[in-house]
């Protein structure tokens, strides 16, 4: 089975993604996650999902919104909108 | 500490190091050719803590013998004493290319690593109990990664043959490995150690048959009286591959 590994340090940081390995087992994934991929204190905290239970939204899924122009707006139109109803008020 | 309490307890450390420095030894060759990528890291990475466990036993040596603990001191201790002056086991001398008995051996002698290390973990040598503090938390790393691939394993009818197998030819070794230091009686008597090592026997054998449903005798296999003033065949070959970068350039300086 093929497992992702996420590491966190101490502190405020979110848990990363930092790769994946395969094992036949959670222990074994564990076992040799640890010198695999801490063995140098690159992290203080482990996560291991396995690759099939992560539930994944595919690019065919996702991409669509892409073509959306509207829901990137940068908030400057609603800004300049505020400030005009502002002033039109005063 | 008298002149022969110092000399006993050094002895009695020496049989402890050498067998950590050889076991180091022997898991560290074995990298780049483990039989995947993830326990290479991992095989070797448990090689390194037995070589920093012989480091931290040689420098308590040195600190007994008057001798400040520099790198250059240790090499001395740890590649440059004759045969003779060795106190390591068979057990860890043996050179094997066979992966099924390095990892059986691993299970083995990080049994009774464990146990070495709780017997010492009152010892009236004070530094040796701070050693012994930090080399047993490593311990339970190396036990769990030697249970959780023997688990794996020996699921599999082919791979436990394999590990049966290595398992034969390892036992008429383990009594090398229980073979007291010549001094540990007298290390016993100081409170060095608080455990003798005939203890381990019966430990081991029952360890090993939860393990592998195994029966095992030690008691019936033949050993020199003194094992641990002997070397076996291997040890010569095994030493000179030790010695080899140190003696291309015996000045310089590491």
Not at chain 2, 105 to 121: G, K, L, S
Not at chain 2, 216 to 223: G, M, R
């Amino acid at each position: 089975m093929i497992y992702e590994v996420f590491l966190k340090k101490d502190g405020r940081d979110e848990y990363r993604h930092a790769g994946a390995l395969e094992a036949a087992n959670d222990e074994l994934a564990l076992v040799l996650a640890r010198e695999s991929y801490l063995r140098r204190a690159e992290g203080s905290r482990l996560w291991l999902a396995r690759r099939d239970h992560i539930i994944e939204g595919g690019t065919d899924f996702v991409a669509p919104n892409a073509d959306k122009p509207h829901r990137h707006h940068d908030g400057q139109a609603v800004a300049a909108h505020r400030k005009q109803v502002r002033e039109d008020r005063s | 500490m008298t002149d022969s309490t110092t000399h006993s307890t050094i002895d009695f450390l020496l049989t402890f190091a050498d067998d950590e420095h050889l076991m180091g030894q022997q898991h560290t060759e074995w990298i780049g050719i483990t039989p995947f990528l993830e326990e290479d890291l991992a095989f070797s990475s448990i090689g390194q803590d037995e070589l920093g466990h012989a480091v931290m036993l040689y420098e308590l040596v040195l600190e007994l013998q008057g001798i400040e603990a520099t790198d250059t001191a240790i090499d001395e201790l740890a590649y440059r004493r004759t045969d003779e002056e060795y106190r390591s086991s068979a057990f860890v001398e043996y050179s094997t290319e066979d992966w099924a008995q390095a990892l059986v051996r691993h299970w083995i002698y990080d049994t009774v690593e464990e146990q070495r290390w709780n017997m010492v973990a009152e010892s009236s040598l004070q530094p040796l109990r701070e050693v012994s503090v930090r080399a047993g938390r490593e311990e339970v790393y190396h036990r769990r990664h030697a249970n959780a691939l023997l688990d794996s394993l020996l699921t599999s009818d082919a791979a436990r043959q394999k590990l049966l197998d290595a398992l034969e030819v390892l036992t008429p070794l383990v009594p090398s490995l229980l073979a007291p230091a010549p001094s540990e009686q007298a290390a016993l008597n100081d409170g060095v150690v608080g455990g003798s090592s005939a203890a381990l026997d019966s430990l081991l054998v029952e360890a090993i048959q939860d393990r592998f449903g195994v029966e095992v005798s030690f008691a019936t296999i033949d050993q020199p009286p003194q094992a641990r003033l002997t070397r076996s065949e291997h040890f010569a070959p095994l030493i000179g591959r030790m010695r080899e970068v140190l003696d291309y350039d015996p000045e310089a300086s590491w």
